[in-house]
């Protein structure tokens, strides 16, 4: 064969397979479709000690050992591979604790495949085993939750999710304070994966506007949308003064905007502007 072919078959092979920091075994004997399943080949790479529930090995003596074969991988990012074998316990419950989590937070969403990972091997499950959860884990399709086990320590768990979810996007170019309304949102299904913020998934029950202008398709978060205030600026609002038992009402002027129990200047009839508390739609009282 040409030397040049040679040359481009072995440079299109390398990148072709990337090693992996991380891996599981089921048996002693490590083979190369263990690491690479898509490889055609196999042949073995190591044997993994009696008894030894966490092997690690340094990136170099891998790929030599593909290279011996005619294979050539990509081990430049790693130094060393762990391979921990993998531990015989049933992770039901603590998948459908996750699936639970994760729907509770988005309704709408649709779960294909959870696959969760002890860190290092477990022997068995604590019963009624309780997964603790970052405090922003839904808005990532991977991450980490740990559980305490029978003497009170720590265990984690790695977990990566298959899943799609519903959002909402934008139809058109939408302007600041603009409601939210089925003319300007249209729902999308995408691949859940990772957000800065967490997604709107269904209009709000509560009148919402928009915290900016947005161009359309834009997909919402919770950060662009906020709810519409009880008092508008511009608004007529009805001023109540209570006096013990007796309560009088009158007509005013909103000049500023606010939400449940805010302090916001209104301006009455007479043109005299003064302070008071918003206690309902478009009602202040006076104090």
């Known amino acids: 064969m040409n030397i040049f072919i040679i040359l481009i078959l072995f440079f299109l092979n390398v990148g072709a397979y990337n090693l992996q920091e991380d891996y599981l075994f089921e048996r002693q004997i490590i083979y ?106 839904f808005q990532n399709a991977k991450g980490t939750f740990y559980i305490l086990d029978e003497q009170g320590l720590r265990r984690y768990f790695d977990y990566s999710i298959n899943a799609t979810i519903n959002v909402l996007q934008t139809t058109r170019k939408v302007d600041r304070k603009e409601v939210l309304s089925d003319l300007n949102v249209e729902s999308k299904m995408i691949p859940f994966s990772m957000f800065n913020d967490s997604p709107v998934t269904l209009l709000p029950s509560k009148t919402s506007r928009f915290r900016a202008s947005f161009k359309e398709g834009t997909l919402l978060t919770e950060r662009n949308i906020e709810a519409v205030p009880l008092v508008l600026r511009g608004q007529k609002v009805t001023v109540v003064i209570q006096s013990g038992t007796v309560s009088v009402e009158f007509d005013a002027t909103a000049t500023q905007e606010g939400g449940l129990y805010d302090m916001i200047t209104i301006q009455k009839n007479d043109g005299k502007r003064v302070k008071a508390k918003v206690i309902g739609e478009n009602r202040v009282e006076l104090l």
């Open 32 to 137: 190369s479709n263990d690491l690479f399943p898509e490889m055609p080949q196999k042949f073995e790479l190591l044997r993994i000690p009696d008894g030894t529930t966490h092997y690690r090995i340094n990136a170099q003596v891998i790929s030599k050992s593909f290279e011996l074969h005619g294979i050539a991988i990509d081990s430049a990012k790693v130094r060393f591979v762990n391979f921990t074998q993998l531990s015989p316990i049933d992770l039901t419950s603590l998948e459908k604790q996750l699936s639970s989590a994760l729907l509770e937070r988005y309704p709408t969403m649709s779960i294909d495949h959870i696959l969760i990972t002890p860190h290092g091997y477990m022997k068995s499950l604590p019963k009624s085993s309780k997964a603790t959860f970052e405090p922003k884990f």
